[in-house]
């Protein structure tokens, strides 16, 4: 499992998802070696060039770095994309 490279506050986009999604989306950074109080859960966040930020989507997690910042914005490659997966009862479930 690749473990997530990043020093200093991990940016966690959340835009009013179900706190299963986020409660699941934080229980796999966990297992992608970012730590729980690393983690700043947001909408709007105050991320630096070399950041990560991580955005939720319902069947995905998209770890990206910040590679540049421009007024309130900024710019992003992805480093990793983590799946998110669902059981026929419509239950998020650890499949590592």
């Known amino acids: 499992m690749q473990k997530v490279d990043y020093e200093g506050t ?10 299963p ?7 796999m950074l966990e297992k992608h070696g970012i730590k729980r109080e ?5 909408e709007t966040p ?5 950041s990560i930020v991580v955005e939720i989507w319902p069947y995905e997690l998209v770890v990206a770095r910040v590679r540049t910042t421009r007024n309130d914005s900024f710019i992003s490659g992805t ?13 998020y ?4």
């Open 93 to 96: 479930f650890d499949y590592l």
């Open 38 to 42: 690393d983690m700043t859960i947001t």
């Open 79 to 91: 480093e990793l994309t983590i799946e998110l997966k669902l059981d026929e009862n419509g239950n």
């Open 10 to 19: 991990v940016w966690v986009l959340n835009y009013n998802n179900p706190k």
């Open 21 to 27: 999604l986020l409660d699941h989306a934080i229980y």
């Open 46 to 50: 105050k991320a630096k060039v070399g």
